[in-house]
Structures are given as C-alpha cells and as structure tokens.
C-alpha cells in the first residue's frame, strides 16, 4: 500500500479513470455489434443508420482519449466496408 499522499491520490485516480474507460470500452463493444446486427439482417437502412451513429460515437471517444485515432479510423472502416457490401 502506498504511504505518500500523491501516491494515493494516484490510485484514485486511477480507479475513476479505469472504471469510466471501462464503460467507454462496453459503449462501443454495443455500438459496432449493433452495427454488426444490422448487416447480418441484411437491413441496409439500418444498418446505415447505425453505422452514422457509431461513426460519430467512435470519434468522439478519439476526442476522449479512450482509442488511438488510427484504431478509430480502422474501426470506422471497416464497418463502412461492411455496410457498403450489403
């Protein structure tokens, strides 16, 4: 266990931190599985809808610091490769 005050305060920190990338991080595991959803009904308007949702939610986690931008940018990509396929 820490004994400075800056060290505990550091832990805390990182609680808070941990705790809300860790919502971030489920956020977006529903938003592209949405997406996924729509695709494999074959649902284009859908899955365009959602696909514009989850444009805008992924970077705006870059914004956030919760993903690289290059991460966000190969996600979005993807996704839009997919939705493009249908």
């Not at 266990?1 to 920190?13: D, F, V």
């Not at 959803?37 to 308007?45: D, L, S, Y």
Request: glycine content about 2%.
């Amino acid at each position: 266990m820490a004994n400075h005050k800056s060290s505990l305060k550091r832990i805390r920190q990182t609680e808070t931190r941990t705790e809300r990338n860790r919502f971030y991080r489920t956020r977006l595991k529903n938003i592209v599985k949405a997406v996924r959803a729509a695709i494999e009904a074959g649902n284009k308007e859908e899955a365009t809808a959602t696909f514009k949702i989850a444009n805008q939610q992924i970077h705006k986690f870059v914004s956030k610091g919760i993903l690289k931008k290059e991460t966000a940018a190969r996600k979005v990509s993807r996704l839009h490769q997919a939705v493009n396929a249908i």
